[in-house]
């Protein structure tokens, strides 16, 4: 079973930049569709944006677009979360997710089977 495991989470002024990982264990995570949701205090889980099996692909949502950008790295097991431009907005608890179902990404969280546990974003004003 393949676990996700997110850091690079923590406190940064807005404006800012963060990069959060998404390590994940077992050989088989290079054929999965990725994705990365937020949540923050009293608010549902938002999707963020996907990356494809290949990397090839990736989406994101209006409120993120331009300032973040999904990669990975399938030799390391490990999807990134390149966010700059950071506002206090974008404070929340950040989760990769991985559809093992398919090596395409979704926005549905219901469309994921792998969770991590989450990283903590804040971003002060």
């Known amino acids: 079973q393949v676990q996700l495991v997110e850091s690079g989470g923590g406190l940064v002024q807005a404006g800012g930049s963060l990069r959060l990982s998404c390590a994940a264990s077992g050989r088989t995570f290079r054929w999965y569709g990725m994705g990365w949701f937020r949540q923050a205090p009293g608010k549902e889980r938002e999707w963020v944006g996907t990356?494809?099996?290949?990397?090839?692909?990736?989406e994101y949502a209006d409120s993120v677009k331009d300032r973040f950008t999904i990669t990975r790295e399938n030799a390391k097991n490990t999807a990134y979360l390149q966010m700059n431009n950071l506002k206090p907005e974008d404070t929340a608890i950040y989760y990769c997710?991985?559809?093992?179902?398919?090596?395409?990404?979704?926005?549905?969280?219901?469309?994921?089977?792998?969770w991590g546990r989450g990283t903590q974003v804040t971003v002060s004003s």
């Open positions: 990356v494809n099996w290949t990397g090839g692909s990736t």
């Open positions: 997710a991985a559809n093992s179902r398919s090596g395409d990404g979704s926005r549905r969280t219901a469309d994921y089977d792998l």
